[in-house]
């Protein structure tokens, strides 16, 4: 019994030690909102937040079709390409499968930007890509 309690105890713990280091992630609900296809949508269509989507994807796969206003950088260059960018704005990152924006999120993060998305794969877009 008294294993049983102490497995217990640390499974509660571990619960919330991984909720704490989370929380300022994808735990904050402002940010949680932008994970889905209307928080992106209406965060794009309003000019009023600062913000940054960019799709993390090759020239290529962006060329073939991205959501409306978001930049093109490769995640390889997303630290040296986003080094001048203010800390404090929101960035969305998205890509083909989910793979490479949360590396990209990784690193920013890494970098200091505090208010980072990552949207996960371009396919959970609802609303017409963007074809040039």
Not at 34 to 63: C, M, N, W
Not at 107 to 124: I, K, P, Q
Request: aromatic share 8%; with cysteine; hydrophobic share 40%.
């Amino acid at each position: 019994m008294l294993i049983g309690l102490v497995v217990f105890a640390v499974v509660v713990g571990l619960v919330f030690v991984r909720g704490a280091l989370t929380q300022g992630r994808t735990g904050d609900p402002e940010l949680r909102r932008y994970k889905t296809f209307e928080g992106l949508s209406q965060l794009i269509g309003d000019s009023a937040e600062p913000h940054r989507v960019i799709d993390v994807r090759t020239d290529g796969e962006f060329a073939a079709g991205h959501i409306p206003s978001s930049a093109n950088i490769p995640y390889d260059e997303i630290a040296r390409r986003m080094a001048e960018e203010p800390r404090d704005r929101l960035v969305v990152v998205y890509c083909r499968s989910g793979r490479r924006s949360s590396i990209a999120k990784s690193e920013l993060r890494r970098l200091g930007f505090e208010r980072v998305v990552d949207f996960g794969a371009v396919s959970r877009w609802r609303g017409e890509l963007v074809h040039p």
